[in-house]
């Protein structure tokens, strides 16, 4: 009898964990969530930049700590993924645009986290329709008239559209 009433005990006790875990990540502190994307602490083509002597180190730096990127809005962290210095990777590297995903999202831990978000693509196309005027604007320019940071704006938009795609054939 008391081995039934610990069986039952205990599946009632997992059950309520089960069922309570979920209303504590949804009902996350809002006063504690992070609005504004990451601000890289180095940035292609500064100082700290060149003075960093491998890619991997580069990478590392670009790291978001994992208690920041819970912690942001869905659209802080889009901007802060498309943003991500080496996020362009994703395109023109590999043979599709969801193996050089696969391959950054291997030391980059904000696109493991923004494909967990379930909101993701309805922030993802607000980024895009924010920035389409200025994407359109710039893809219009002549390419020897961009400036290295709008061909950067231009690939980080195309990759946007693309990461879009990739999670919209997920559902």
């Known amino acids: 009898m008391k081995k039934k009433i610990a069986i039952i005990?205990?599946?009632?006790?997992?059950?309520?964990?089960?069922?309570y875990g979920p209303v504590v990540h949804a009902n996350r502190d809002q006063s504690n969530m992070i609005t504004k994307p990451y601000?890289?602490?180095?940035?292609?083509?500064t100082q700290e930049w060149i003075a960093l002597p491998s890619v991997i180190e580069r990478r590392e730096a670009c790291e978001i700590p994992q208690e920041?990127?819970?912690r942001m809005t869905t659209s802080a962290l889009v901007e802060s993924v498309i943003t991500?210095?080496?996020?362009?990777?994703?395109?023109?590297?590999?043979?599709?645009?969801?193996?050089?995903?696969?391959w950054v999202a291997t030391y980059f831990s904000g696109i493991d986290e923004l494909l967990s978000r379930s909101?993701?693509?309805?922030?993802?196309?607000?980024?895009?329709?924010?920035?389409k005027d200025q994407y359109e604007l710039l893809?219009?320019?002549?390419v020897s008239d961009k400036t290295v940071e709008q061909m950067r704006q231009c690939s980080q938009y195309?990759?946007?559209?693309?990461?879009?795609?990739?999670?919209?054939s997920l559902d």
């Open 119 to 131: 909101d993701a693509c309805v922030c993802l196309r607000d980024y895009l329709l924010r920035e």
């Open 84 to 102: 991500y210095p080496f996020f362009i990777d994703t395109i023109g590297a590999f043979n599709s645009f969801e193996e050089g995903l696969n």
């Open 9 to 19: 005990l205990s599946c009632v006790l997992v059950l309520t964990c089960m069922l």
């Open 158 to 168: 195309r990759s946007a559209e693309l990461l879009l795609g990739y999670m919209e």
């Open 39 to 45: 601000d890289y602490p180095i940035k292609p083509g």
């Open 68 to 70: 920041i990127l819970e």
């Open 139 to 142: 893809s219009a320019m002549d």
